[in-house]
């Protein structure tokens, strides 16, 4: 067996998502801060959203600049139905994720007729859309006001009701959606998607049905971005439209771009770079800059976002993958240590 069989099972193993599981496991026993385990909380959130967001713009090659829109939907469908008609957070987040699906598969249609630029602009005319939709909606949303009162998630009497408790849950679903798209990018569809990311053209000539796989992983990346939504409604129990602008659907996509759009690890590094730079910028910045206001940050991921796409255009992912690769690399070539014989002279050579 090659090195290049190797590395094959190494990708499609659970080596990778085991021991980030185990590390994420330990974490809250190790750092016993809540001040932490928020900003790891919010790092899922991203990371889930982002998770559907890399199959669709790194796998099927199809920008999105509207993936807010499915956030705010799942939030919206899954607090309405537990805060107003008193049912189970759970039936309210598959709701949101049928609604968002449905919505992907009868916006899809149209806009994935378009390629490059227009596709981009559509999919940012259909969050303008869902966003004014958000304010307008008063009796369903509550408008700029906000909707109150949504209940906290539960589960056989164990109630999700704080930091440590829901740090748990929101990763859990971040290890399902990763290896739920590992198993995707290493299937039949995978191989579909890849090759109409590489050319279109070619994917039609041997048969590739392109617009079902578009709409197929379009619907995916929403029902990600629903659950996401759904999540952070019931981890911060109050939400309004300003959650769900065209800013947070542009900060998406910086994720994506920084973590590396070919890597579903990529959505957990852009995620978790996104959120602990936002994290120093608010106590870094008005130390320096006192009279800044809050549009600092789009200025800082803006230049970061034109940084990386000149000088990382694949991301962080494989700049980390080839840092591991170099150390497991330098560890094989690390000669082992030879054990000398009794009259000093080195064992396991001819002594003659």
Not at 10 to 39: C, K, M, R, T
Not at 44 to 73: P, V
Not at 308 to 314: G, K
């Amino acid at each position: 067996m090659d090195r290049t069989d190797l590395k094959k099972i190494y990708n499609n193993s659970l080596a990778g998502p085991l021991i980030f599981a185990g590390v994420l496991f330990l974490l809250p026993f190790v750092v016993q801060s809540n001040y932490i385990l928020s900003i790891m909380i919010m790092i899922g959130f991203y990371a889930l959203l982002c998770n559907g967001l890399t199959l669709l713009m790194g796998y099927a090659g199809q920008i999105s600049l509207g993936h807010a829109a499915f956030y705010g939907i799942g939030a919206y469908m899954s607090a309405y139905l537990s805060a107003k008609m008193g049912l189970s957070p759970w039936l309210g987040m598959l709701a949101g994720m049928i609604l968002a699906a449905i919505i992907a598969y009868i916006v899809g249609i149209p806009i994935f007729k378009l390629k490059g630029h227009y596709l981009a602009l559509a999919t940012l005319g259909f969050g303008v859309i869902v966003y004014t939709a958000f304010k307008e909606l008063k009796d369903f949303t509550g408008g700029l006001n906000g909707f109150f009162g949504i209940p906290t998630i539960s589960l056989f009497g164990f109630e999700f009701n704080n930091d440590f408790r829901f740090y748990y849950l929101i990763w859990l679903f971040v290890i399902l959606g990763i290896l739920f798209s590992r198993n995707i990018i290493h299937s039949r569809i995978g191989r579909a998607l890849r090759s109409i990311e590489g050319s279109e053209v070619a994917s039609d000539a041997v048969g590739v049905n392109i617009m079902k796989y578009k709409l197929q992983v379009f619907m995916l990346s929403a029902m990600f971005a629903s659950l996401s939504g759904s999540l952070y409604a019931h981890y911060i129990t109050f939400i309004n439209p300003n959650l769900f602008d065209v800013m947070t659907s542009i900060y998406l996509l910086i994720m994506v771009v920084i973590g590396g759009a070919s890597s579903i690890w990529g959505s957990v590094i852009g995620a978790a770079v996104f959120v602990l730079l936002g994290e120093i910028l608010k106590s870094v910045v008005p130390l320096v800059f006192p009279n800044a206001g809050g549009e600092f940050e789009i200025v800082f991921f803006g230049l970061l976002l034109v940084v990386t796409l000149i000088y990382m255009p694949n991301g962080l992912s494989p700049q980390l993958e080839k840092l591991i690769a170099r150390f497991r690399r330098n560890k094989e070539l690390v000669p082992a240590p030879v054990a000398a014989g009794r009259d000093g002279v080195e064992s396991g050579g001819d002594q003659s």
